[in-house]
C-alpha cells in the first residue's frame, strides 16, 4: 500500500472485477511475503473483504506460510445474485486490532474462477447482444429475409453433409 501508515488505514487496497451475476466465483488470492523488514508473524496484518463482506480477519502471511519467501494462496467463494453483470469487489485493509508493526496489506495475485449454475451453465448474458428477452416483431415474420436465409444455411448444411458422406464413404 505504502509506507505512510495513517494514510494506509483510510485506504483499502481494491480491485473491482466485472462479472456475470447469478454465479458462484471462486476467488484464490496469492500471497508470498518478499520484503525483508517483514520476517515474523504479526508484522503485517490485514483483513480481506469480498463484495464489501469480511472474508479473513487478522490475514498474516508470515503466520500462514511459515517464513518469508514462501508462497501461500487462500480460497474463497463468492455468491452473486441477479441479472446480467455486476462488480467483483475484492478489498485488503491494515488490521489494527492486532496491533502489528505495520500497518500494510499485500497481495501477490488474483485469480478469479467463475463456476457452473445449477444448470451446469457457464453462460452470461452477452453484454454486446441484444436481450433474450426481447424479440423484434420484424424477425417473428415467416416471409422475412432473416427467416429465409436460416433455413437456407441449414439446407444447404446439411446438403454438403450428405455430398461429403457419398463421396467418402
Given at each position: 500500500?505504502?509506507?505512510?501508515?495513517?494514510?494506509?488505514?483510510?485506504?483499502?487496497?481494491?480491485w473491482?472485477?466485472?462479472?456475470?451475476?447469478?454465479?458462484?466465483?471462486l476467488v484464490r488470492l496469492h500471497f508470498?511475503?518478499i520484503?525483508?523488514?517483514?520476517?515474523?508473524?504479526?508484522?503485517r496484518?490485514?483483513?480481506?473483504?469480498?463484495?464489501?463482506?469480511?472474508?479473513?480477519e487478522?490475514?498474516?502471511?508470515?503466520?500462514?506460510?511459515?517464513?518469508?519467501?514462501?508462497?501461500?494462496f487462500?480460497?474463497?467463494?463468492?455468491?452473486?445474485?441477479g441479472?446480467g453483470?455486476?462488480?467483483?469487489?475484492?478489498?485488503?485493509h491494515?488490521?489494527?486490532?492486532?496491533?502489528?508493526?505495520y500497518y500494510?496489506?499485500?497481495?501477490n495475485?488474483?485469480?478469479?474462477f467463475?463456476?457452473?449454475?445449477?444448470?451446469?451453465?457457464l453462460?452470461?448474458?452477452?453484454?454486446g447482444?441484444?436481450?433474450?428477452?426481447?424479440?423484434?416483431?420484424?424477425?417473428?415474420?415467416?416471409?422475412?429475409?432473416?427467416?429465409?436465409?436460416?433455413v437456407?444455411?441449414?439446407?444447404g448444411?446439411?446438403?454438403?453433409l450428405?455430398?461429403?458422406?457419398?463421396?467418402?464413404?
Amino acid at each position: 500500500m505504502g509506507p505512510n501508515a495513517q494514510v494506509n488505514l483510510n485506504y483499502n487496497l481494491t480491485w473491482i472485477l466485472p462479472v456475470d451475476a447469478g454465479f458462484y466465483y471462486l476467488v484464490r488470492l496469492h500471497f508470498c511475503e518478499i520484503q525483508y523488514p517483514i520476517v515474523k508473524k504479526n508484522q503485517r496484518v490485514f483483513d480481506i473483504y469480498l463484495n464489501n463482506q469480511t472474508a479473513t480477519e487478522e490475514a498474516d502471511v508470515i503466520g500462514w506460510s511459515g517464513g518469508i519467501g514462501i508462497p501461500v494462496f487462500k480460497d474463497y467463494v463468492a455468491r452473486t445474485m441477479g441479472r446480467g453483470q455486476m462488480d467483483l469487489w475484492v478489498a485488503l485493509h491494515p488490521d489494527t486490532l492486532s496491533k502489528p508493526e505495520y500497518y500494510d496489506a499485500i497481495l501477490n495475485g488474483l485469480e478469479v474462477f467463475k463456476l457452473q449454475n445449477s444448470n451446469n451453465s457457464l453462460a452470461g448474458l452477452n453484454p454486446g447482444a441484444r436481450s433474450q428477452l426481447y424479440d423484434d416483431p420484424r424477425d417473428l415474420r415467416k416471409g422475412s429475409a432473416k427467416h429465409k436465409s436460416d433455413v437456407g444455411g441449414v439446407v444447404g448444411g446439411f446438403a454438403v453433409l450428405l455430398f461429403c458422406s457419398l463421396v467418402f464413404a
